[in-house]
């Protein structure tokens, strides 16, 4: 039985009157219709089917855990690059002390411990020993001397021979007052000593502030410990005003009683 196709509008107003084309028997287009019918409808089933939906849902569950795991590979590599910066600017602050240490130390090399400022020290150091030494030497003579012609002029009676030892006493009084002068001279080279040491100290003092302050650095200190033995380790030297752990003349006393 043929197959009777209707004519449209739009054919009609395109083409006209042109004739229809010839038509075909339901024997030649009915195999072909039903064979692609039958295949929609195999397709239609299978997506219809809970295992393709298992399978499209499987996907979807499988594109989220790659998602969310792309996500947290993200946060991890933002965390690192953070903890990254806070380090460089660690290192910074580390590069810039380090710096600035490396220029007081040259400071210091410069102006303080290079050969010629340390025997300048050194010098002046030796100078007060040498000068104080000589100066009480002067002062024992002369007070010797003194004592020696106080003796005589008690047992002359001679006028001229109390003069001559009235005269010898009072050169000896005033070779006294010479050798004294040495402590205006002491003075001046333990001042040029004590200035070069407070360079060194204030140099110091700033290290130790580029490098957290003095009580950062105490907790790096090594514990005290006195090597000393026998006498040595009772020899203190004279106490300083305001020092403590030294036993006072009224401590002394107190012995004898």
Sequence with gaps: MPVHRRRFRIEEAIVGDMPMPPELDSGEVGPMHREIMSELRAI????GTPGHSVAAGTIGDSLSREAAEAQALLETYRAQIEQCEKLK?????IYDAISRTKREIAVLHGNSFNGEEMAKVNGELGAVVG???EATQQILE????????????????SPDQQKLLSEEIQERVVSIFEACNFQDLTGQRIKKVMTTMKFIE???????DIWGGVDAIKAHAPAI???REGDARLLNGPKVEG?????????IDALFD
């Design 44 to 47: 239609r089933a299978q997506m």
């Design 89 to 93: 600017v660690e290192l910074d602050l």
């Design 131 to 133: 000068g104080t030494e």
């Design 142 to 157: 002369a007070a010797e001397s003194i004592d020696n012609a106080a003796t005589a002029l008690s047992r002359v009676t």
């Design 202 to 208: 204030n140099h110091i003092t700033v290290m130790m």
């Design 225 to 227: 410990v006195d090597h």
């Design 243 to 251: 020092d403590v752990g030294h036993a006072s003349q009224d401590d």
